[in-house]
Nanobody, 115 residues
Framework: QVQLVESGGGLVQPGGSLRLSCAVS????????MGWYRQAPGKEREWVAS???????NYVDSVKGRFTISRDNAKNTVYLQMNSLKPEDTAVYYC?????????WGQGTQVTVSS
């Protein structure tokens, strides 16, 4: 059974940082591309970043230079380091994977950027 469990969200002031974690079980993690998505109130869920099993990364333009996705294959965990946070980054953040043809999501973690 594939499970994804996010943690690390919270309330942070503009310009602050947070690191999200997503612990994964039920798949051969080191082979699997992982993604982070977010959904702000009243908006569609949007892709934020992804990392392949080989470590190649991609980001949506709005977070380039501020967010970093990484993975620890020994811990079956993917991370999203978020720096220079802005109020428009406020959303529920979800990790995601596809295995082998089914999409799995975590339960989400709330990130609120506000003074």
């Amino acid at each position: 059974q594939v499970q994804l469990v996010e943690s690390g969200g919270g309330l942070v002031q503009p310009g602050g940082s947070l690191r999200l974690s997503c612990a994964v079980s039920g798949i051969i993690f080191s082979w699997t591309t992982m993604g982070w998505y977010r959904q702000a109130p009243g908006k569609e869920r949007e892709w934020v970043a992804s990392i392949t099993g080989g470590g190649s990364t991609n980001y949506v333009d709005s977070v380039k230079g501020r967010f970093t996705i990484s993975r620890d294959n020994a811990k079956n965990t993917v991370y999203l380091q978020m720096n220079s946070l802005k109020p428009e980054d406020t959303a529920v953040y979800y990790c995601q994977t596809v295995h082998p043809s089914r999409t799995y999501w975590g339960q989400g973690t709330q990130v609120t950027v506000s003074s």
